[in-house]
């Protein structure tokens, strides 16, 4: 079926903002350490499970230079006292503080040491990181004081950077499962299962570390929540996290974590809405080669039809056996398995970015002195079974073809899910109460989550068959519920099961969700928060900026008008007595220089990470309010279209309209061009291009690059900025840092 469509950039988006050090490609890292035993000691270190560093002197990464660095080796299985490709993790903080790069003050290394294709990891991230928060992953190459000892993958730590960029908050309870193996009184004799409750909360330090302080209670009140009181879940636990989490680590084999084994390879995080949320953590032994807890000897058809709802039946994983309990977290779960299937597997993207990571790292594993396997056995692993011993690897498409066949051969995967189509459209006037419609087809129950900020948890409210105007009675499939809008843009997907099947719109709700706009004339129409070098103020300074746009037909004088990033102080700066004429622009620089510089300068700063701006009017009434997070440098956050739409990134407009930049184009449904990494500084990765060509423009429209069908382009060149790139039917955006 073939759909005709007008490319806009406004659509349903959630951006993940990498950073330049994991970009796609190969990091060059080199350690230098004076001490001339270094490897001894950091031996020593990690045998006796001191947690201590070795100072390292200097290290370059891509020749940029960090001073006094702490090293150590990681990891449990990775670590072999008989090969020297040790599993590393560098602390650039760890004297000098503040110290990192990109931002990033903790950088891991794994060696790949039960991986001969060396794919697996960062693949698994890759995939993974469409759903659910999880790490971000490249490879590097590793010289430690000159001498080169071969590829690794690295990989982003989870901790407070990680919690802040993906929940907006770095100071929550934090723990990693983790056998410590540990001996405490009274304890010894309890289960170390998934998420058990213990009513000594001592006992949580066998099976967890404590990242945070003293927060054991929050860890014993969500186990007690969770195993005695589960009606209550969704108030302590992300469920819909928590089931792209399972979903994906059971499609993909990944039995080295919590819907396997004991406590291990996952993070909790309880974040500001008083939730914890599972992370996935240490992919290197993702799709089936953990066989653990199978029965010797283990097969490739065992792994293939793995079940489903494996360890549902299992009362120490309590994770599975609590969730799966419940019939509408399972269809849930379903309905997101089934994504991730249509998404990455159906149309072999999985196989496809496989092979483009073992294209980036082809040449210097031929050349590694410290491979695990062989250089052929990397060359076939991604479609081919690889034995070492009495161990076979089995390759990921020889395992992954039949593992999809089996799940799309289940009753549960067939069953017929209701249809939705949303209704609404265009933008709503603030503090006013409107209806969100949808038709549903086949559904025996609905319902609406909506949230206006990026950092609240959805609230879910229950959908009505009842047409468009509340008729009760209409049982039309038009289902609609009221929803009490203040003067932030609302964010809500939608939800509808039957008794046999549920399904989300859109399909990768929570991540993804649609937005409507709440305006009235006055808006605030754009914002940048991280300006180094767009735009200056009239004394030549790089502030922070808020675009204030006139859509009315009337000029309005601001006298008594306020500006702040603070809900609880609304009244934090004051207007001038100035005045802003119909489709006209006005400019406030948020830097701390007030009356002291011409023009209109606030008294506080905006910050990049998270931030709120509030436009109030005399009366005290918020008439506009932006929530935003993780703005990148130098770009900007508009609405598009302007004055109305939603807010989105994309190159500034300073003072001016903020464009749209359309194609007309028709494409195949379900089927969409991939580019990655997005934010990037260097090259893009293209998947799915459909036409012969691929080109590229800038957010004017015109056209930067034209060049054949490839997988790989530098962009090295080109200005900080959003891009479109665009091949046969299909159009994807990228951001240039």
């Not at 759903?131 to 071969?150: K, T």
């Not at 089931?243 to 919590?258: C, K, Y």
């Not at 008594?560 to 009244?571: A, P, Q, T, V």
Request: glycine share 6%.
């Amino acid at each position: 079926m073939k759909l005709r469509y007008i490319f806009i950039c406004v659509f349903i988006h959630i951006l993940s903002h990498s950073q330049s050090v994991f970009d796609t490609g190969i990091r060059t890292i080199e350690i230098f350490f004076s001490e001339p035993n270094w490897n001894d000691t950091l031996d020593l270190y990690y045998m006796n499970n001191l947690d201590q560093r070795l100072v390292a002197d200097s290290i370059l990464i891509d020749g940029i230079a960090d001073q006094d660095v702490g090293v150590k080796y990681k990891g449990s299985a990775l670590f072999n006292l008989n090969h020297n490709k040790r599993p590393l993790n560098l602390k650039l903080d760890y004297i000098n503080n503040g110290q990192s790069i990109d931002g990033y003050n903790v950088l891991k290394l794994s060696n790949g040491f039960s991986d001969p294709s060396l794919v697996r990891e960062i693949l698994g991230y890759e995939i993974a990181r469409e759903y659910m928060p999880a790490p971000q992953a490249a490879y590097a190459s590793v010289y430690i004081n000159s001498v080169w000892y071969g590829i690794y993958v690295l990989v982003q730590s989870i901790d407070n950077d990680f919690t802040n960029e993906n929940f907006y908050e770095r100071k929550g309870p934090f723990f990693k499962a983790q056998n410590n193996s540990i001996q405490i009184s009274g304890c010894n004799n309890n289960p170390l299962g998934i998420w058990q409750f213990y009513s000594d909360s001592n006992c949580y330090a066998r099976p967890y570390e404590m990242i945070s302080s003293n927060d054991w209670t929050d860890l014993q009140n969500f186990t007690d929540t969770f195993n005695n009181h589960f009606l209550h879940v969704e108030n302590i636990l992300d469920i819909d996290r928590t089931l792209w989490m399972m979903a994906f680590l059971n499609l993909t084999v990944s039995l080295d974590g919590p819907i396997n084994s004991i406590p291990h390879n996952f993070y909790m995080f309880k974040d500001n809405n008083s939730r914890f949320s599972p992370v996935l953590w240490d992919l290197n032994q993702s799709f089936g080669t953990f066989t653990s807890g199978f029965p010797n000897p283990v097969n490739i058809t065992m792994l293939q039809e793995l079940d489903v709802f494996h360890e549902s039946t299992n009362q120490e994983n309590k994770m599975c056996n609590k969730i799966f309990s419940d019939d509408r977290y399972k269809r849930m779960y379903i309905a997101h398995m089934k994504t991730i299937i249509n998404e990455q597997f159906s149309s072999n993207n999985y196989l496809i970015k496989s092979q483009q990571f073992q294209n980036i790292i082809d040449s210097l594993v031929f050349l590694d002195p410290n491979l695990f396997y062989s250089y052929s056995d990397f060359s076939s692993n991604i479609n081919n079974t690889v034995s070492s011993g009495n161990n076979s690897v089995y390759g990921i498409s020889e395992l992954m073809a039949d593992r999809i066949n089996f799940v799309q051969s289940l009753p549960e995967y067939n069953a017929i899910a209701p249809t939705i189509s949303v209704l609404n459209s265009g933008s709503e006037l603030p503090h006013s109460s409107f209806y969100i419609t949808a038709d549903i087809q086949n559904a025996d129950y609905v319902y609406l989550g909506y949230r206006f900020k990026f950092s609240d948890k959805f609230e879910k409210i229950e959908m009505y068959d009842d047409g468009n105007h509340g008729d009760l009675n209409s049982n039309d499939g038009i289902y609609g519920i009221g929803v009490s809008v203040d003067a932030r843009d609302i964010q809500y997907y939608i939800y509808a099961e039957n008794n046999d099947a549920g399904i989300f719109s859109p399909e990768r709700a929570e991540k993804e969700f649609y937005q409507i706009p709440i305006v009235s004339g006055l808006v605030i129409n754009e914002i940048m928060a991280s300006n180094l070098s767009s735009v200056n103020d009239q004394s030549g300074e790089y502030d922070d900026w808020v675009e204030l746009y006139n859509g009315g037909n009337s000029s309005i004088n601001l006298d008594g008008f306020y500006l702040s990033d603070n809900e609880n102080d609304l009244y934090k700066w004051s207007f001038p007595n100035v005045t802003i004429n119909p489709d006209d622009y006005l400019i406030i620089w948020c830097d701390t220089a007030g009356s002291s510089q011409s023009g209109l300068h606030t008294t506080y700063r905006l910050s990049a990470d998270q931030e709120e701006v509030y436009l109030t009017d005399p009366s005290g009434l918020v008439i506009d309010a932006v929530h935003f997070v993780n703005m990148p440098q130098d770009i900007s956050y508009s609405r598009i279209p302007n004055g109305v739409g939603v807010f989105d990134y994309q190159n500034h407009t300073f003072g001016f309209e903020n464009t749209i930049l359309s194609f007309e184009y028709e494409f195949e449904e379900n089927k969409k061009m991939r580019v990655y990494p997005n934010p990037t500084n260097d090259r893009i990765y293209v998947l799915d291009a459909f036409g012969d060509h691929i080109t590229i423009y800038n957010s004017l429209g015109q056209q930067i690059l034209k060049t054949p069908r490839v997988s790989s382009i530098s962009i090295k060149g080109f200005n900080q900025g959003v891009y479109y790139i665009k091949s046969g039917n299909s159009v994807s955006r990228i951001i240039k840092k």
